[in-house]
């Protein structure tokens, strides 16, 4: 498991607001992972995120979030350069 490759549910809630305009709280994005819809790895006590799961799992939020999310996906760097 490469380092930059994964983000921690913390991570995601830290950086949703700049990379996606919303911001997540890490309970939602952990009730997400729990019934099966964000797929996650569990690393010693902390659940991981693939950077490209992610991406590919943001045009299917629901219809509140998704409009939005939908027009800037292609553009989500969660943090990389």
Same mark, same amino acid.
């Given at each position: ?15 949703? =607001?700049?990379?996606? /305009?919303?911001? +997540? @709280? *890490? $309970? #939602? ?9 964000? %797929? =996650?790895?569990?690393? /010693?006590?902390? +659940? @991981? *995120? $693939? #950077? ?9 939020? %629901? ?19």
């Amino acid at each position: 498991m490469e380092a930059g490759e994964f983000l921690t549910v913390r991570q995601i809630s830290e950086q949703s =607001a700049e990379a996606i /305009g919303v911001a +997540l @709280h *890490v $309970r #939602r994005v952990y009730r997400w992972i729990e019934c099966g819809k964000l %797929p =996650a790895v569990r690393v /010693g006590d902390r +659940l @991981h *995120v $693939r #950077r490209s799961d992610l991406r590919d799992w943001l045009p299917q939020w %629901p219809e509140h979030a998704g409009n939005k999310l939908r027009k800037n996906s292609s553009a989500i760097n969660w943090g990389q350069s």
